[in-house]
């Protein structure tokens, strides 16, 4: 059936609790969205009962979807299918899909049968139907009410990405086309800087514009009518800071250039002490284009493996153009890839001086034909600066690649 | 005075529309359990000013903190302040000091003074205080009334470290002491290993006892009357597993131990990309203890940087133990470190086989006296693969540090 709208219920102590950050609502409103079905509001809830059941009543409505995340293991803390089965006023009952479902789970584990508490996990509302968990123990759970359909997944990340597309596929979830919308995914730009180019002046009416930032990266959204053109100038305006007209990752794009170009990148990092790599290795096949690296986090090993003269380290510091140059040189010499990055900068909370206070990064790009070297101030704490800096670095090699240079 | 508990109200379109995932709530969390509050419920909401005022409503009682994250820029969709007053039933008006904070933000980035639309940042309810923003333009927004007092802060999870204690200093946020509650952060336990020898028995009983997993991390949390004495039973049950008995991260635990021994790490990676690097310098002054390493991501590097023979790669294959031991010994000789981890193992989707299904990973470790390698096999996605990988070697080396070997 056609649904309007979507309502998530993410449940867990440890959520909110504060030392969790709930992974499972991009993923299903992205699912939604793919649907064409919006989130209009999301709860985050604790592992009470009375709560899930009070939510649950609030969220029921017609042509609406209610997806629950988390509360289906077998202890005494997963509460949300007793919940949702006295929100809707129904009685529980044995599913024997879900009974086969767990039993095969274990012993495909090779263990022996399932303890009792395991098979708690077969009793699912009446009328509901259950989804075999190819990642885990607890099967998915739809229960079709009305014009209101609800579906249960696990808390675990792994087993929500496993059974959101075959939970919502039993569901019959499907919904409207999204409205007309346009992004532009820029790095390299402040946000501050952004808002105040772009912000009000006519290059964007009648759309309406809205930022969202991480370090490093900055993605422009316009939505309304007019949307489609205000971005063509726009990209028009940001040039090469412009790596996406959809949602693709910046470490994709650039994996996509390289292939195309038949080339190969390998990386010296200091600062960011492997993160540059992490994010290149983030792409599945990024072994066609990633060589690999060295992370030159001390001086002695940019010295012995990147060949940076120790006078340079000495002269310069570690932070700055010289050493950012050697660095990227020195590991493209070693690893024979085409193109090299290097990063090296103080991420703090420690080591800023008043010239280089914490958030200065030198990132240096080596080619077949040239080189370049940029000095950056970023904000924000380590993290902040670290993931900036790697951003960064994979958007100057990107923006090289599409000027198609060196 | 004293408050009894929180909700908070996540508010931004990017969070409903599945491509961003909030990080604010654990960290407003986390601050408001170090005061002893707990959160009983968050909501995220749209950029809806309709929205936004009903849930406010909502959530005002007495003896309550609402904080909200979001909504506080220069744009259209920036509507948490109007919303808050209309909740109240209050006015806005021009605030000086936030008004003050603005002019003085834009004078120090060294540009011309503030544009009209960020000055809009001034007006806060009537009644409400404004607290500088350390790290952007909106102040922070604390708006006692009654026996409830609302917190308004950005969205940005950078703004919103800068303004989270002083805004709650400022609203004089402090409650009792959390209830009587025991962790034990475990490494390399399948969550489902743990649950069978855990849940149920005697160790635990009179404790609760719940699960909390990330990719080769899981953490057993007790609570209730004898949680202390349970986690005791528990620890010696599951000796070197058990990295910490509080919230201290793997990371951290393993920089402090090489500290404590004034030893030295290097590590050499290849499916992890450099995330093992990533993780180990995530710590404030991990150059204390790091010295860097080898992303080893291609056969060539293996060989030509670590020393790897090429025939034990051709007849061992570069997931392997002779090929993990070769890559640690390698980098250990190249950095002159005391310990060296590595990793290669194949993270998927592609370059399974049979005998070496995606999921296999060879963790080594060297020491001054000698090394270790251990084959293990992770389930889930490439993203979940590589960080169980980056843990489990962490936790290797964390675990044999405590055994007191080399």
Redo the contacts between chains.
Sequence with gaps: MAFSEAV?LLIG???????????N?????????DRGI??????????SRG?IVEAVRGAIAPGRVIVTTGGL?????DLTVPAVAEAFGLELCVSDEAEAHIRSWYSS?G?AGP?P?ALRQALIPSGARAVANP?G?APGIVLPAGSCTTVCLPG?P?EV?ALLQPCLDDAGVRGQAAPGAAVLRTWGMPE?AL??ML??SSVCAPA????????GLVDVKLRGPGAAPAADRIAGLLGEAVYARD?TSLEAVVGRQLEAGNATLS?A??????????????V????GW?????????N??KR??LQVPGEVIVTSGAVSEAVALAMAAGVRR???SDFALSVTGVA???GGTEDKPVGTVWIALEGPGSSEAREWRF??????V?EASSACAIGMLSGALRRGRP
Tied chains: 1, 2.
């Design positions: 998530v102590d440890e959520l909110l609790e504060g030392r969790v950050s709930d992974l609502l991009a993923a299903v409103a992205g699912a939604l969205a919006g989130v209009t509001r999301a709860l985050i809830l604790p592992d709560a293991g077998p202890t005494d803390d584990a263990r303890p508490s990642a123990v675990v792994r990405q501050n808002f105040d912000s009000g309406q514009i809205a930022f969202l930032a991480r370090p949602w990386v990092e200091s600062c960011t002490g492997g993160l540059l790599g992490a994010r290149i290795t983030s599945p096949g990024s072994s990633f060589a690999g690296g060295v992370i030159a986090y001390s002695y090993l012995k493996l070693l690893s024979g703090g909370p420690g904000g924000g704490t380590r993290q902040a670290r």
